[in-house]
């Protein structure tokens, strides 16, 4: 069983920055691909990005590209979002989620989540 907590979220005017952190209670580096989604009150979750194990390999949203980075630190069992740029479409409850990985590939479903943190970007 994993726990994941994010933090990190806040409100800031648009153009600004913040950086998302989401601590795994367990050991998680060659095991779990780490994702960041997002979800806005009556819109359906998006995914807005992914991280492999080892941290190789990386994924972001063709809204989010440019603008946001995902990264891990294995020794923590922590992984971040560095979202710079930030824009008032932005805003929404943020979550990460891990799911079983190995070798740089990333596999079925996301089995665990975390409550989420809110973000909030006015104009």
């Known amino acids: 069983q994993v726990q994941l907590v994010e933090s990190g979220g806040g409100s800031v005017l648009a153009g600004g920055s913040l950086r998302l952190s989401c601590a795994a209670s367990?050991?998680?580096?060659?095991?779990?691909?780490m994702g960041w989604f997002r979800q806005a009150p009556g819109k359906e979750r998006e995914a807005v990005a992914r991280?492999?194990?080892?941290?190789?390999?990386?994924y972001s949203a063709d809204s989010v590209k440019g603008r946001f980075t995902i990264s891990r630190d294995n020794g923590k069992n922590t992984v971040y979002l560095q979202m710079n740029d930030l824009r008032p479409e932005d805003t929404a409850m943020y979550y990460c989620?891990?799911?079983?990985?190995?070798?740089?590939?990333?596999?079925?479903?996301?089995?665990?989540w975390g409550q989420g943190t809110q973000v909030t970007v006015s104009s």
């Open positions: 989620a891990a799911k079983i990985g190995s070798g740089g590939v990333c596999y079925g479903e996301y089995r665990y």
């Open positions: 367990a050991y998680t580096s060659s095991r779990y691909c």
């Open positions: 991280i492999s194990t080892g941290g190789r390999t990386t």
